[in-house]
């Protein structure tokens, strides 16, 4: 079955950085698109950044575009975003998502899901 398992989080002051990794089993990870999404406390979960197949095409929400970078490493099979100048506004459960198309459609629903890390931002 299709596995994505994020590492990566944790606490950092404001201003810091933290690079999430998401390793993906189960599926031809250099087919599909990748997505990151997060969800803080009391707020619904929202888009944060996807990526197509070959890591051609990016997609980042307002919020976060700039600070982040979302990057891919077929051969290894992960998904990584770089989050650089971390306010406390970014403290949430960040989440890996796969998508089983090659691009990436905005507004479209993720098919798979990683369980979350944590990643608390301190002002």
């Known amino acids: 079955q299709v596995q ?41 979960r929202e888009f944060v950044a996807a990526i197509s197949w070959g890591g051609g095409m990016t997609y980042y929400s307002d919020s976060v575009k700039g600070p982040f970078t979302v990057s891919r490493d077929n051969a290894k099979n992960t998904l990584y975003l770089q989050m650089n100048s971390l306010k406390p506004e970014d403290t949430a459960v960040y989440y890996c998502a796969a998508y089983l198309t090659p691009q990436y459609y905005s507004g479209s629903s993720p098919n798979y899901w990683g369980q979350g890390t944590q990643v608390t931002v301190s002002s």
């Open 4 to 44: 994505l398992v994020e590492s990566g989080g944790g606490l950092v002051q404001a201003g810091g950085s933290l690079r999430l990794s998401c390793a993906a089993s189960g599926l031809t990870f250099s087919m599909y698109a990748m997505g990151w999404f997060r969800q803080a406390p009391g707020k619904e």
